[in-house]
């Protein structure tokens, strides 16, 4: 990576609310949040990363759906991407055409794409492959995220994924930093990863070192991130790489000091953090 092209005084950096800071909030109340508390978009999850976690299928539920596109009409730019699409074994790619109409209804520009229990690489390949084409008819970027309890445990498996599926050309990937810092991925790694392969990164913090199982590392992920600044993860050193003009989603769940301090407080206070991140290093 060009380190010429990180993030520079000359360019305001973009925030968007990741639907996990919020996830109780249906998609048009999250958007209300995010410009209530200063965010530049919003990502929409529409189809959950695991059985029995919350989203909102808001292509099938015509009344919420209209509730959101109102809010389109009036903040266009609102939404960056949508979520999650997961690559298990006997993937179709076909019934995920609705998702995709509907992020491209909302103004998305990305998809978020994790990888299930597939356990031949080649095969996931394909799949993610399959999935690129369809998501390029809608105009989305595939991002690929890895996570270190999946098939794509790390930056370096994800770009070899990428390269097996034919490079397609919106195939991107997604760091998220509390994944970065539990994987076998070095800050090398992510310096090393070509821009053209980032359209955003997820941003959190969590405490310093690496739980000692899986289910540990999985459990903080999902219901015990920190706000950036409070733990271990070297997150200027994550910014020191971050290509410019590629937007940060603030992905900062807990599962008790969210709901006790409030959505809107737990918001802007992440955003916040993130802010002050960013403007200590650019300065």
Known sequence: MDTTNTISKKI????????????????????????????DHVGVRLLPPAPGIAAYPIMDE???LKEVMARVDEHPQMVWDIEVIRLMPGFQVNTFESAL??????????????AGPVEDP???????SDFCELAGKWGLTANLEFMPWTPVPDLL???ALIKTAGRPSNARILADTIHVERSRTTLKDWAELPAS???YV??????????????????????????PGEGGIDLQG????????????VECWHHLRTPALGFEAWARQALQATQHLVHTFSH
Not at 21 to 29: D, G, Q
Not at 104 to 111: E, F, L, P
């Open 62 to 64: 015509p009344l919420m």
């Open 101 to 114: 109409a509907c992020g491209q209804a909302m103004g998305a520009r990305a998809v978020l794409v994790s």
């Open 197 to 199: 392969l980032i359209d």
């Open 238 to 249: 994550f910014l020191r790489h971050l290509p410019i003009g590629r937007p940060i989603a």
């Open 202 to 227: 997820q941003f959190c913090d969590a405490p310093a070192g690496v739980p000692d199982t899986l289910e540990e590392i999985l459990r903080q992920a999902r219901y015990e991130r920190l706000l």
């Open 122 to 128: 080649f095969e996931l390949a394909h799949y993610f």
């Open 157 to 159: 498996t994800a770009h």
């Open 12 to 39: 305001r950096q973009r925030y968007s609310l990741a639907h996990l800071t919020a996830l109780p909030l249906p998609p048009h109340e999250l958007i209300d949040l995010a410009i209530a508390t200063g965010y």
